[in-house]
């Protein structure tokens, strides 16, 4: 079975003047400006960076939902935050971590089996498995 998505992005024009515009086939996103200003200036629209750590934050909470499941645990809420972090090296720019901060609401949650459903979320989450860089995770776990 293979799942098929589809985004978009439009450019004009150079790097630090230029302006484009980025697309989801869902429609989420729809003509949502990003340019040299949005990534590097924090001006309004959206980056590459925002846009991997959104995905990492979801695919993570669907990975830990599943992972809990199958031990036997229903999660009332699983928050994830991604902090991704873009360094400049003498070979261009490189996304070189990111780092997920959970807070977790499971009553009567048994400890290990939640941290093995972690770890395992963790790195088998398809942009876990994407990413080449170092993946840093701290937890909350409220019962």
Same mark, same amino acid.
């Given at each position: ?34 340019? *040299?200003?949005?990534? *590097? ?10 846009? $991997? ?6 695919? *993570? ?16 809420? $699983? ?12 070979d261009g720019f490189? $996304? ?9 609401? $499971? ?37």
């Open positions: 079975m293979s799942i098929k998505k589809t985004a978009s992005a439009h450019w004009q024009g150079g790097i630090k003047d230029g302006k484009g515009r980025i697309s989801t086939e869902s429609g989420a996103l729809s003509e949502t400006p990003y340019g *040299f200003n949005t990534r *590097f200036e924090g001006q309004p629209g959206t980056n590459p960076e925002e846009l $991997i750590g959104a995905a990492h934050a979801g695919c *993570f909470s669907m990975a830990l939902a599943k992972e809990l499941g199958e031990a036997g645990m229903i999660a009332e809420s $699983i928050d994830t935050q991604a902090e991704v972090t873009l360094d400049k090296t003498d490189v $996304i070189s971590a990111v780092h997920l901060s959970l807070r977790a609401r $499971i009553p009567g949650a048994d400890r290990d089996a939640f941290e093995q459903a972690v770890e395992t979320a963790k790195n088998g989450c398809p942009v876990s498995k994407v990413l080449n860089a170092e993946i840093s995770l701290q937890v909350v776990l409220d019962d």
